[in-house]
Each structure stands twice: as C-alpha cells, then as structure tokens.
C-alpha cells in the first residue's frame, strides 16, 4: 500500500516536465490522478498512459487554468469523475523573460495570469470540496526565484514569490478545516528547459551548487509526496526549498 493509496490528486500543466514527475510519483504511491494542461496533445496522452500503466485511474483534461471559469467547470468534472478532490498542486507555469525597462505589460501579465491567477482559481474551486472532505493537502510550486528574486525574471519572481504568500494565507485560513498549504521552491532542475542550455553553462550552475550537481524532477516529485501524504500532516504554510543548498 503506497503512501497516497485511496486519495485523489489534481495537478495543473502536467503533461510535461516536473508536473508529469509528480503526477508518476504520485500514482507510484497509489494516488488517482486528474491532471490539466492548456490541451491534451501527444504528450498529454501519453502522460495518460504512463500513469495507467502503473495501475491507477488517471484523466487528462484540457483547461486554460488562468481562466476563472474554465477552472470551477474543470474542477467540478474532476469531482464528479473520481469522487474526490485530496490533494491540489498548482503546478501551471511559464515564463517570458526580460529586463524590467525592456518588459511589456503583456510579458507581465501572461506570466502572472499563468503562474499566480491559475492558483488562486483552483483553489478558489478546490477548497469547498475539500472543507466537506474535512481535509486536503495544496501544493503550490514556487521557485527560488520567487524567495531571493532573479535579475531579468522580475514577473517571474513576484508571480512565484506570491504562490509562496498564497500558500501562507491559505494555511492560516483553512487549518481548521484540516486544509493544509504549502509551497516547494525548486532550484536549478534538469528539464527539458535547462537541457537546451549549453554544457558550459550548465556545469558553471552546477559548480555554484554545494551538492555539486542540478536537481532532477524526482527531487522534486519526492517533496510533493511528502507534503502531499500525511507524513507531513502537521505541516503547513511553509516553503521548502529544494535546491541543493544553493540559497542558505
């Protein structure tokens, strides 16, 4: 019996990257997963098939999370699918870099409306289903951008640096309703992303590192299962920095 056997776990921009990690860790542990991406391509299903395989009901669904609306209706679909909703993580992100005297107000708000917007939608639609429940885990990926900052990342960091506040609020306003929130700041991660990066670049990332290496997405799917389980369940409102010791 896995650590997340009989619960529910719905996790947005999943068909790639660190969600799809989390999304297969946590059916490894026995979890039902729902997961939504802006469209359910080639990748999303067969993201669908990999979490099959491993024995647990699975669906994607196609969702623009930064949409109010779209979300209460995905949200409802998903109850209505698996029964329950125990555990979110708002996982849905992009980014669009740039100085902050060369950014554009569009470059602004598509990262915040993404990154920021698309949690407070699905929480805003979880936490009623969870309150019946009496009880639920949130999960909000931040970055260690959104706690030190970043030059050139600046709706980056303040779009992260706000799901971190969020998870803090949440925690204060649901724990007596055995919610709990949380959020995980990845460092440096081998993705598809960092891997289009030259070598030398990325070895000079990995020499700043006290490990003395990049993080790798299961780094970050194991601190999900953590939060996401009752091995933490007397956490909450916190942020775990999963980084390698880069910040201290």
């Known amino acids: 019996m896995g650590l997340l056997t009989g619960k529910t776990a719905l996790i947005t921009g999943a068909a790639r990257g660190i969600g799809k990690g989390i999304a297969l860790k946590f059916a490894a542990e026995g979890a039902n997963i729902a997961f939504t991406d802006l469209v359910i391509d080639e990748n999303g299903q067969a993201t669908e098939a990999e979490i099959a395989a491993l024995g647990v009901k699975v669906k994607g669904y196609a969702s623009n999370a930064a949409d109010f609306a779209q979300t209460e209706e995905v949200v409802n679909k998903v109850k209505e699918d698996f029964g329950s909703i125990d555990i979110l993580v708002n996982n849905a992100g992009i980014t669009k870099d740039g100085l902050m005297l060369r950014m554009t107000e569009a470059q602004w708000d598509a990262v915040i409306a993404v990154n920021l917007k698309s949690a407070f939608n699905f929480i805003h639609a979880c936490t009623p289903i969870m309150m019946r429940q009496r009880g639920g885990s949130i999960i909000n990926m931040a970055s260690v951008v959104g706690v030190h900052g970043n030059a050139g990342q600046c709706n980056y960091a303040a779009s992260k640096a706000g799901l971190i506040a969020l998870a803090k609020s949440i925690a204060q306003e649901m724990g007596a309703k055995g919610i709990r929130a949380n959020a995980i700041a990845p460092g440096f991660i081998e993705t598809a992303m960092t891997a289009a990066l030259p ?44 980084d390698g010791g880069m910040n201290m």
Do not use: C, H, M
């Open 199 to 242: 070598d030398d670049v990325r070895k000079a990332w990995a020499q700043k590192i006290p490990l003395r290496r990049a993080g790798q997405v299961e780094d970050i799917a194991n601190t999900a299962v953590f939060l996401a389980s009752d091995l933490s369940s007397y956490v909450t409102g916190q942020v775990i920095e999963v």
